[in-house]
């Protein structure tokens, strides 16, 4: 699998943006996926997962109720949708994969840079 991201960009607070993970290669099935972050000066953090099925879901507490996390398989695509986004939300965000029987995601797609203005 290979992932690319894209739909990064600058918004205001308040805004939404939404971000998209393509795979190729091989398809989702057997692969669970998540998006991080890593703002300047710190260290990447999990910002969602969902797994492989599309069945389970996890969020970060800042991003819960705000963010979320999806998946077509149909277009081998993920999403993260961002609604009310604020300026500690501001980072270089990366899709990620790991099969399902693994432990760390060992799959990385390039970054996309959320920029949000106060």
């Known amino acids: 699998v290979q992932l690319q991201a894209s739909g990064g960009g600058l918004v205001q607070a308040g805004g939404s943006l939404r971000l998209s993970c393509a795979a190729s290669g091989r398809t989702f099935s057997n692969y669970d996926l998540a998006w991080f972050r890593q703002a300047p000066g710190k260290e990447r953090e999990i910002v969602a997962t969902i797994s492989w099925s599309g069945h389970s879901t996890y969020y970060e507490d800042s991003v819960k109720g705000r963010f979320t996390i999806s998946t077509d398989s149909a277009k081998y695509t993920m999403y993260l949708q961002m609604n009310s986004l604020k300026p500690e939300d501001t980072a270089v965000y990366y899709c990620?994969?790991?099969?399902?029987?693994?432990?760390?995601?060992?799959?990385w797609g390039q970054g996309t840079l959320v920029t949000v203005s106060s």
């Open positions: 990620a994969a790991r099969h399902s029987s693994g432990l760390t995601y060992d799959i």
